[in-house]
């Protein structure tokens, strides 16, 4: 099934997540349901953690908590002695309400807003990662404020494409992310960064994209930045003693994808940990203090979508539908860039898939679908369907679309269920609706 055998058929023919039999949890919580995996969350944590430090010594493993975010994260993430990123003033906060402690928080953002960076500075979080002229401003002139010196990565563009969907690359010349070492606006900035008196210029900060398989385009992302490191050395007499590689391992999500065990992420990591230390060697740097960001292969194959059956459609000779009780409200991934998935009849997963359908959702949009050519058996109305490897980036790109209530989460544990994230009730939807007394 998934990568990682926490998915299982059980004796009844159900589909079975760290212990929990999915039909059971259909019932219990109801569908469209997010279920997670708290064993295989912990295990992947561990995994970068152990490496990292077993064959390195000086990093940091950040969990990139966009991929999904919510306070029992965080609080897995603090147990687990690890760092998290956070994108917004809204994962700060949501970090910070864990109880997450901030000098372990990176704090990213192509466009961090005033507001954001304030709150930044007040919860003194460790780093953050500069991706503009004006935030550097912004940043300087807040921790002057508060009489501070704010620790502060640049985040470069190492030119590097990595071999994944064009839509989820960020590391393009054309991007909005990150100051190009090849033109030379990163240097430019590395020089301004080191004129702010409130702020401690510690290195770089690379991400080259998402859903990456191909280890050679990390290796060549650590290449390009430690020899832009050399060159900084020279040129300004400023030796980086960070450096952050970003996130991107990939995940399986179908058979197109590769299966990668925790041996396979931990041989991934050593690969691009080699290239840091030959690359230092080369230039006759130290070792930079490194810093890693996955994000999708921490949370992505861990977690798993419950939905229900309702409408069937047959249309003759063109295709069949399976129209289910979520949709791009709750996983807008296919909408966005045909993310492929595999799915599961959860109640009757001991059945050979006999035929190709298109899963639909319930929004009223046509291209609303969860996939196309899923392999299944015969689905009837009522049956529970399960989609895998939805653990990242579905809860936390959900939306009210068409005022759908986006699905609650339930973190599994020994076979035993409960919420992360409650239901959310039709009296939320309103909860911040007004009609002005003109309407009235
Ligand atoms: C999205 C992102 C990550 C995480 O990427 P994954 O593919 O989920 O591992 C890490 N760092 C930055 C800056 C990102 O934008």
Known sequence: MNARKSLKVNGKGHLEIGGA??????????????????????????????????????????????????????????????????????????????G????????????????????????????????????????????????????????????????????????KTDSKFGFSISDGTAEKMTEYLLSKKNLRMRGYHCHIGSQIFEKQSFVLAVEKSLKFISEMKDSLEFEADTLNLGGGFGIWYNDEDVKTDLDGYADSLRTLLDAVKTGCAHYGLQLPRIALEPGRSI?????????????????????????????????????????????????????????????????????????????????????????????????????????????PVVLVKNGKAEYIVRPQTYEDLTRNDIIPEYLK
């Open 21 to 98: 039999d999915c039909a059971e949890l259909a019932k219990q919580f109801g569908t469209p349901l997010y279920v997670l995996d708290e064993a295989h969350i912990r295990a992947m944590m561990r995994i970068y953690r152990d490496t990292l430090e077993r064959e390195y010594g000086n990093g940091i493993v950040l969990y990139a908590s966009k991929a999904f975010s919510c306070t029992a994260i965080y609080a897995i993430a603090k147990q687990e002695n690890i760092g998290v990123d956070v994108v917004s003033g809204g994962e700060l906060f949501t970090a910070m309400k864990a």
């Open 100 to 171: 997450f402690p901030a000098e372990r928080i990176f704090m990213h953002g192509n466009n961090k807003l005033p507001n954001e960076i304030a709150y930044a500075l007040d919860c003194k979080v460790g780093t953050i990662v500069v991706d503009a002229y004006s935030e550097a401003d912004l940043i300087d002139d807040e921790a002057q404020k508060r009489g501070m010196i704010q620790d502060v990565l640049l985040r470069i563009n190492p030119g590097v494409e990595a071999h994944t969907h064009a839509y989820i690359q960020t590391a």
């Open 299 to 407: 949370v992505g194959e861990a977690g798993i979508t419950l939905y229900t059956v309702g409408a069937i459609k047959n249309i003759p000779n063109v295709k069949k539908y399976i129209a289910v009780d979520g949709g791009m409200f709750d996983n807008p991934r296919y909408c966005l860039y045909q993310a492929k998935y595999t799915a599961v009849l959860a109640n009757r997963a001991n059945e050979t898939p006999c035929e190709y359908v298109s899963v639909a959702g319930k929004c009223c949009e046509s291209g609303d679908l969860i996939g196309v050519n899923m392999n299944l058996p015969e689905a009837r109305t009522g049956d529970v369907l399960a989609v895998l490897s939805t653990g990242a980036y579905n809860y936390s790109m959900a939306s009210n679309y068409n005022r759908n209530l986006i699905p």
